[in-house]
């Protein structure tokens, strides 16, 4: 693993550290489905990457902050509520990601940027929870995969 990226890392560790939450409540995980989740595999959590720039840049030592987007999405099986559901398995998510805000060591840290509602009424109401994080790390300018 070590020619992999510090980015792909530590997207790696986050998939990680948010499996044993989202699969302690029966929720399935998913790393940037390309396809709709279908209703079997619901309630799910999918992480995606969404940005990443640079806001430092010191001799040969480069700061990244990655934007990391996570969405809860469940759908309504009475008599439970999907916005109840989707709601507990991002706070399980958000508490798994704060657990070690380092991901071991690979980030310098983690914020929280902003959360969403989507609901949508297809086959059966479905919400998603979408949430952000940024991921803020350091590596060398002419090495991704190496700390700086």
Request: aromatic letters at 4%; one cysteine or more; glycine letters at 6%.
């Amino acid at each position: 693993m070590a020619d992999n990226s510090i980015r792909e890392r530590i997207l790696l560790a986050v998939m990680a550290a948010a499996r044993p939450a989202v699969e302690g409540l029966g929720a399935t995980l998913h790393r940037s489905p390309t396809v709709a989740i279908s209703r079997e595999l619901c309630p799910a959590l999918a992480v995606f990457p969404e940005s990443e720039s640079i806001t430092e840049r010191a001799n040969d030592r480069v700061t990244r902050e990655l934007t990391v987007r996570v969405v809860a999405l469940a759908r309504a099986v009475p008599p439970a509520s999907p916005e109840t559901e989707a709601d507990r398995l991002l706070t399980a998510a958000h508490a798994a990601l704060f657990g070690d805000g380092t991901f071991g060591g690979l980030a310098l840290g983690i914020r929280e940027q902003e959360s969403e509602w989507e609901v949508e009424d297809a086959d059966a109401v479905a919400v998603a929870l979408p949430a952000r994080y940024r991921l803020t790390y350091r590596t060398l300018a002419n090495d991704l995969s190496t700390l700086g």
